[in-house]
């Protein structure tokens, strides 16, 4: 008999914790009041946050019968292209600062083909400027359906520069790791791998060494035609701290562009290149490119947003006009990091449409201009490889001055 109360018992105080435990209700009986329970019950629920808003928001009916929107005028392009403004930081060190513009916002690299030619890179040792430099195509340039279709700017001579521009993210040092005398002939068999049509080579300044590297990058380039004879090949090259006959020994090594960036305009050099660089030198080095063969195709570019003005732009450009540069290039600078130069101004895309505008009334060969354009993006290259092409065929400067547009058309339904 005391078995059997204790096991009533325990049963009793399980039920009574289960009910307490998980907010069960209490038993009712047939003779309690159903509507006073119910009402007990609703008194202890607590509406949420979420049911408050959405009881307060707009009905369906409103989003289905809504169409105030439909006879609004288009937005003014001054509206479109304004800035928006953020508070970050917490309470007492607030800061406001400029969003990144819409047109400036790429996709994060992760496609296969984008690991594909990661992986190889690493596997040679190779290094490039789309990595070290964080340019924002790495995206577009390396997510190409296939590596023949992607495009990839290989940096020589390691990832460490003896310069320090105010712009670039490049790692510097005074005493850089010694060359890689493997290097030339690895950067041939990455790209014979790839079966590119056309490349980008480029490097960092090597101010510790006696020829500044010269002889390494013409090294490089006349692997790469050994081993691809019909590989179109740019080289970015620095200015050899003004040693001409260094950049005549580069040019005549078997290249099809020389390129070599002003970076800025002349009044802004001081401020945003090393010292070792000036607008002048670097335009004896694109003339010294055009005497040493001059059937090469010279090439330059330029930041805009770093404070410029309309006539020093136009100042720079005519410069390079009366040098015989072919291609120029205009793209928006973009900070590093915070211990880089600030940007002054995000360029609007209208004001690229007339600088590039400009600079074909000026007589460019070509001319690639927009906020995301780098000196070696693809879309440039398209079409100097069309151009190089040519004129391997025979074809006469006129004839590819008189298709120019043509050209661009093609590439812009591509």
């Known amino acids: 008999m005391a078995t059997s109360v204790n096991r009533l018992r325990c049963l009793y105080i399980s039920q009574s914790y289960k009910a307490s435990r998980f907010g069960l209700s209490s038993r009712h009986f047939a003779t309690a009041n159903p509507d006073s329970a119910a009402s007990s019950t609703s008194a202890r629920r607590r509406t949420t946050t979420f049911q408050d808003k959405l009881s307060a928001g707009p009905s369906f009916s409103d989003f289905v019968n809504d169409n105030s929107g439909l006879d609004n005028p288009p937005l003014d392009p001054s509206e479109v292209y304004a800035h928006k403004t953020a508070t970050v930081r917490p309470v007492g060190r607030k800061k406001e600062i400029t969003r990144l ?26 290094h490039t400027v789309c990595e070290e430099a964080r340019c924002p195509n790495i995206s577009d340039c390396w997510g190409g359906s296939s590596k023949a279709a992607a495009t990839a700017t290989i940096m020589l001579m390691g990832d460490t520069c003896t310069r320090g521009c105010r712009f670039c993210s490049v790692k510097t040092s005074r005493t850089p790791p010694p060359l890689d005398p493997h290097e030339p002939e690895h950067t041939a068999e990455a790209l014979a791998r790839w079966g590119l049509g056309y490349v980008v080579l480029t490097s960092v300044d090597r101010d510790d060494l006696l020829d500044g590297g010269a002889r390494h990058f013409a090294e490089t380039v006349v692997k790469i035609k050994q081993k691809s004879p019909s590989i179109l090949v740019e080289c970015l090259t620095g200015d050899y701290a003004g040693d001409l006959d260094m950049v005549a020994l580069v040019a005549r090594s078997g290249l099809d562009v020389y390129a070599h960036n002003v970076e800025t305009v002349e009044a802004l050099t001081a401020q945003v290149r090393d010292r070792r660089a000036n607008f002048q030198q670097s335009l004896r080095v694109l003339e010294a490119a055009k005497r040493a063969k001059p ?12 404070g410029e003005v309309d006539a020093q732009i136009r100042d720079a450009l005519g410069q390079l006009r009366a040098s015989d540069v072919d291609v120029v290039t205009f793209g928006q600078y973009m900070r590093p990091t915070k211990r880089h130069m600030p940007v002054h101004e995000y360029v609007t895309p209208d004001r690229f449409e007339l600088w590039r505008q400009r600079a074909l009334d000026m007589g460019f060969l070509y001319y690639a201009s927009g906020p995301l354009v780098r000196s070696s993006y693809k879309a440039g290259e398209a079409f100097i490889e069309n151009v190089l092409k040519k004129r391997r065929g025979g074809a006469g400067k006129a004839k590819e001055a008189a298709s120019v547009e043509n050209i661009l058309a093609e590439e812009a339904l591509r």
């Open 101 to 126: 513009p819409s047109w400036l916002k790429t996709p994060i690299p992760d496609s296969e083909n984008y690991q594909r030619i990661k992986k190889d890179l690493r596997g040679l040792n190779l």
């Open 295 to 306: 059937s090469l195709i010279t090439k330059t570019s330029l930041m805009l947003g770093l």
